[in-house]
């Protein structure tokens, strides 16, 4: 059999049982058909085979992004970023907001995203009363990093239905002054439902979740674990079955039924209409059930077991009470559905674990992968109860990189169990890594960054026990997040028989130093043995094959 496309000379990790590290790869179709050192794949090159001369960069499986947002990620970059590089202060988002808004007709929407108070110089957040003066005529709302507090301008908040007599909902803190007039700020529940009529329209989430397609693979990425959007979430899910049938989204998309604005409701609805985890095909598949249980690190808002270092009197938000969250999820689990549950602190986790706990009681089931999304804060006791339960934990630890000196600030001591990955493989814990993007940035090799190095953006140490080995962080990012979704035995590592999702690193990951690991870039992207980025052309470099000595 002669191959499509064969990689020579690289350093080729393959990921597989062995954590073998090779020269070469072949290509036929869609799939792998060959493995090993340059003289073992040379018999696969024929008269038509693309050569591809790695001198010594990585090829390895596509990354897995086991957790992020795939549609609010594409909408994002149709509104005011505010993580650009000329954002330097709020008056700096405040141009933007003004240039945006006059190229919007009046009563459409103006959205920022990514607003993170601490990066900027006034470190604030802006008021409802700037933002009227931006514009009356426009609602106009500023979502924050960790996309569970936004600020809205009057006519956002009118839109809304939201005015002074409104009470706080379930789960969510509607912010006012002191005489108990508004300051425009929306945490957790409340921040959800102001996007229940802040919804972008078919044609915006089409075009948002082709630009976010195309930015994933310029990432290396191949799969997604897409968490939700805002919404009801039936009709995002048909936009996204009609984008992957439309070849708009390239990469392979695990689809996890749940809404970031009640989710229950999603959850409850789709339960109910039959397909459990697993429906579709490589390209499309049903996902587990999500509900939130709590809230943002960084808010911060999660749900802690002791109060936040910071202020004695916080133990954050809960959007469920235990009775809730077992019947929804327990409901799922019985109709066959994977469950999993947004659960950053300690007591978010242990009332999703108390779930599983009782759901698998009342209707045993093996092999069945429940999961934690994000997981922050896992003690100890949780962990050894992670490993009884048999569940899949989805931490990010990019996180540390970004979010390292605040977790610091509120968290002190309990840094050293936040996201440990070393923990989960001590103890034999599965866990997939997931950027949570746009909460933060999607680059796979940046996480990979974090989890070997275990320091902040300014330097500081975060949990240092909790490094781990480059092979153990590509292994999270690749084989972990197939198995997540029941999926490792047709992607995820280099093996023949799989298909041929695969990326170049412009570098040798293995020999560059841990440091240096965020410096490495994508060289190329393949989906489907489809080479689908490739800006230095590798492929049509071709040139008769010659082994290294």
């Not at 425009?184 to 948002?208: C, D, P, W």
């Amino acid at each position: 059999m002669r191959a499509d496309i064969v990689f020579m000379n690289g350093e080729v990790i393959t990921v597989d049982s062995h954590n073998r590290v090779v020269e070469a790869v072949a290509v036929k179709e869609n799939k792998i058909i060959g493995v090993g050192f340059n003289k073992e794949i040379q018999p696969f090159i024929g008269e038509e085979t693309k050569i591809i001369d790695l001198h010594g960069k990585t090829l390895m499986p596509g990354f897995i992004d086991a957790h992020l947002h795939l549609t609010i990620y594409g909408t994002n970059l149709l509104g005011v970023s505010c993580i650009a590089p000329h954002i330097q202060s709020i008056n700096d988002i405040f141009t933007d907001l003004r240039k945006k808004a006059k190229e919007t007709p009046k009563g459409q929407w103006v959205r920022a995203w990514g607003f993170n108070e601490s990066l900027l110089k006034e470190n604030r957040f802006p008021t409802k009363e700037e933002l009227d003066d931006i514009s009356f005529d426009h609602p106009i709302v500023v979502i924050r990093t960790c996309n569970h507090t936004s600020i809205a301008n009057t006519k956002a908040l009118e839109l809304a239905g939201i005015t002074e007599n409104t009470l706080d909902p379930e789960g969510g803190i509607i912010e006012r002054y002191t005489d108990g007039s508004l300051t425009g700020k929306l945490i957790e529940n409340a921040h959800m439902q102001l996007f229940e009529v802040a919804s972008y329209t078919n044609e915006e989430l089409r075009k948002g979740m082709k630009l976010a397609s195309d930015e994933f693979i310029k990432a290396g990425i191949t799969s997604v674990h897409d968490a939700g959007a805002y919404g009801e979430g039936s009709e995002t899910l048909r936009i996204m079955q009609k984008a992957i049938k439309s070849y708009d989204i390239r990469v392979r998309v695990y689809a996890i039924i749940g809404s970031l604005t009640n989710s229950h409701d999603f959850v409850k609805k789709i339960v109910e209409a039959g397909p459990i985890t697993g429906l579709g095909d490589d390209r499309f598949r049903i996902g587990p059930a999500k509900i939130f249980t709590d809230g943002s690190s960084t808010g911060p808002t999660i749900a802690t077991r002791e109060p936040y270092t910071h202020d004695s009197n916080n133990y954050g938000i809960t959007y469920y009470s235990q009775a809730e969250i077992d019947r929804i999820l327990g409901e799922a689990h019985k109709k066959g559905f994977q469950i999993t549950a947004h659960a950053q602190g300690d007591k978010a986790i242990e009332m999703v674990l108390d779930c599983i706990e009782k759901a698998l009681k009342e209707n045993p089931r093996d092999h069945h992968r429940h999961r934690i999304e994000h997981a922050g804060i896992a003690s100890p006791d949780l962990q050894v109860r992670m490993k009884n339960l048999g569940v899949v934990i989805i931490p990010n630890p990019v996180f540390m990189y970004v979010n390292g000196d605040k977790y610091l600030e509120y968290y002190g001591d309990r840094v050293e169990v936040m996201y440990p990955a070393c923990d989960y493989i001590d103890l034999g814990i599965l866990a997939a890594f997931g950027s949570d993007a746009p909460v933060t940035f999607v680059n796979p090799l940046l996480g990979i960054h974090a989890a070997v190095n275990r320091e902040t953006m300014t330097g500081r140490a975060v949990g240092k026990k909790q490094c781990i080995g480059i092979l153990d962080a590509i292994r999270a990012y690749t084989w972990n997040g197939a198995y997540s979704s029941f999926e490792e035995n047709i992607k995820g590592s280099i093996e023949v028989g799989k298909l041929a999702d695969l990326v170049v690193l412009d570098d040798g990951i293995l020999h560059v130093g841990p440091q240096k690991i965020k410096e490495i870039n994508v060289e190329l992207t393949m989906v489907n043995g489809e080479v689908l980025f490739d800006p230095k052309h590798l492929v049509q470099h071709n040139k008769l094959f010659s082994p290294s000595k």
